[in-house]
């Protein structure tokens, strides 16, 4: 503990009364500065360009032909379907950040959409294929349960800056084979939007 | 005079204080450096420099900020109180205050700044800043065909337990979680309740770690919605689940309105507007690696025009903002432009009282040199 020196009276009474009116208004001007309670209401024109994230959220893709862009979810950056000789299959694009909840995880919760048991995760890597895309090498996946009739997913997990995409083919096994080239030319084709920074501050 | 108000200040000015303060923004410093590896360059400030206590472990030490306030409240003491005004000190009373301008202009930084990307796509004009960190909750009402009118909520409202009340919304909102950074798990059963509704049934928000970068970390908030009595519509009551970037934001017809609620970094309005006319990028010979990059800009103010060349280091300076080109995003047709927006009340203080520190440090040697050669000439002498 600093020992306390024995005060002597200020020189005149103003002066002090100045510099503690001084100390008091800077240290109850800075909490109130950056009000984290602030409301604030203001319109904007219809047209005016607000920053709005791109529904891509930082990917780009190609559609492969023959397919149709359909109304998504909350969860999903793109939403498709692809025809084939028993009907269409719903195509997914869904990025979760950070690890998006692991591997063995994703790929167990398709495997219980369609009645599988789960697996280890070894187990699934194993089973799992290797494909090369824009987004670097990415693995994928065909889960089928004959007992389920010909209902099917293909899936594929890439690794984008921002966290996992997901791609996900839904729909009949005959669809999913006719579509597989295109699922795959999908997946290859995702790739994070270019951009760079500048030194400047 | 209070006594014990004297003792305080009298004790803030002791040298002795100043000198434990320094050491201990030394230690702040060197830790927080260390802790920038793990925590990234955001969170250890938030940590270690701008925070009143820094826990570490379950001890509470003291942050940046008090001991800079103990060091600017003693220096203020002494410069006014206990300083011996006669002409010989002039220069280190110059000096002092130099060093006092500098916490302060430290101190409007820290309160005042603020700082944002602004993303203007080729042909595009727009007003608004992103804040790179500030939360906030966004209630949009898109009902009117000529403008939206949107309330926002700034972070301090996003704690459990809060109610949102606002009078132009026919709606409460009472917060159940919010997370700085979570993940979505979709439900592996059904939801508590019926109570819940949206992607709430059926997806549970997790808070996970921070991330390093503050851009990677995803807010989410669950909330639950409670119609007022005079909108005569209670079947949207229930609880709602939103995070950032939602590809189809949570949105709802109430009471003639059409609103949509986001969790979003907070938007600034500028008192101006950016239009970006061109957007053009050097490439270095043969390669793909940018060199420079600019952006032509249309600055609006007031229906006055004005073009201007924003490049690395040419900044755009307008009414207390600078506009730094930060970055690009090239995507299919066309190209944007990423401008990092910095408001920094204090941003000439630095510079202008290292002037007046400099000055000091002059004049406090033209002071003693009279002293120095009398002292060097009579030590020749006694030789």
């Not at chain 1, 889960?143 to 899936?155: D, E, F, H, K, R």
């Not at chain 2, 923004?25 to 925590?39: H, K, N, R």
């Not at chain 2, 400030?45 to 206590?53: E, G, N, R, V």
């Amino acid at each position: 503990m600093l020992p306390i020196l024995s005060f002597r009276p200020a020189r005149t009474s103003s002066r002090f009364y100045c510099t503690l009116l001084l100390i008091s208004a800077l240290l109850s001007a800075g909490p109130g500065c950056k009000d984290d309670r602030a409301i604030h209401v203001y319109r904007t024109a219809k047209s005016a360009n607000l920053q709005k994230e791109s529904g891509s959220a930082g990917l780009g893709w190609n559609m492969p032909a023959g397919w149709s862009v359909r109304d998504g979810d909350a969860m999903r950056l793109a939403s498709f379907s692809a025809p084939g000789p028993a009907g269409e299959a719903d195509v997914s694009i869904v990025r979760l950040a950070g690890d998006g909840g692991g591997l063995a995880a994703n790929i167990n919760r398709w495997r219980g959409q369609i009645q599988l048991a789960p697996l280890a995760e070894n187990t699934i890597l194993n089973q799992m294929q290797r494909e090369q895309g824009k987004l670097g090498v990415f693995k994928w996946i065909q889960l089928t349960n004959p007992g389920l009739g010909s209902n099917a997913i293909y899936g594929a997990v890439l690794q984008s800056k921002r966290g996992v995409v997901f791609v996900k083919m839904n729909g009949s096994l005959e669809t999913l084979r006719a579509n597989q080239e295109y699922f795959l030319q999908l997946c290859r084709s995702i790739t994070e939007k270019t951009t760079s920074q500048s030194s400047n501050p | 005079m209070p006594p014990l108000v004297w003792k305080i200040l009298k004790w803030s000015s002791d040298t002795r204080v100043f000198f434990f303060a320094l050491i201990w923004l030394s230690f702040l410093v060197i830790a927080g450096t260390l802790a920038q590896a793990d925590l990234g360059l955001y969170q250890a400030q938030q940590k270690y420099f701008s925070a009143w206590i820094l826990w570490i472990w379950y001890i509470p030490l003291p942050g940046g900020s008090p001991v800079l306030t103990i060091v600017f409240v003693g220096l203020l003491v002494k410069l006014i109180f206990f300083t011996n005004w006669k002409p010989r000190f002039y220069g280190t009373i110059v000096v002092h205050f130099g060093a006092l301008l500098l916490l302060f202009g430290s101190f409007l930084t820290a309160a005042f700044s603020s700082e944002g990307a602004m993303v203007i796509p080729e042909g595009g004009r727009t007003a608004f800043v992103r804040d790179y960190h500030a939360i906030e909750l966004a209630i949009t009402n898109r009902a009117n065909p000529e403008f939206d009118e949107t309330v926002t909520f700034a972070a301090g409202w996003l704690k459990y337990g809060e109610v949102i009340h606002h009078e132009q919304l026919p709606f409460d909102l009472e917060i159940i979680q919010y997370c700085a950074n979570c993940r979505l798990e979709r439900r592996s059963g059904p939801p508590p309740s019926s109570e819940w509704k949206g992607m709430a049934r059926n997806f549970n928000l997790t808070e996970i770690p921070l991330h390093k970068d503050d851009s990677n970390n995803m807010a989410g908030l669950v909330f639950r919605i409670k119609t007022k009595a005079n909108a005569n519509n209670n079947q949207l009551d229930g609880i709602y689940a939103i995070f950032e970037n939602m590809n189809i934001p949570q949105a709802f017809k109430l009471a003639g309105g059409d609103y949509l609620l986001e969790i979003r970094h907070e938007l600034r309005q500028l008192p101006f507007e950016i239009e970006l006319i061109d957007f053009v990028k050097e490439d270095h010979p043969g390669t793909q690696m940018a060199r420079s990059y600019s952006s032509e800009v249309n600055l609006i103010d007031s229906d006055v025009h004005q073009r201007v060349l924003i490049s690395m280091n040419h900044p755009l300076r307008h009414k207390g903002y600078t506009l730094y080109q930060s970055s690009f995003i090239q995507a299919g047709m066309g190209e944007t432009t990423v401008l990092a927006v910095v408001e920094n009340v204090g941003r000439l203080f630095p510079y202008i009282s290292s002037l007046i520190m400099c000055i000091g440090l002059l004049l406090h040697l033209l002071i003693k040199m009279p002293v120095l050669f009398h002292n060097r000439s009579n030590a020749g002498g006694e030789q």
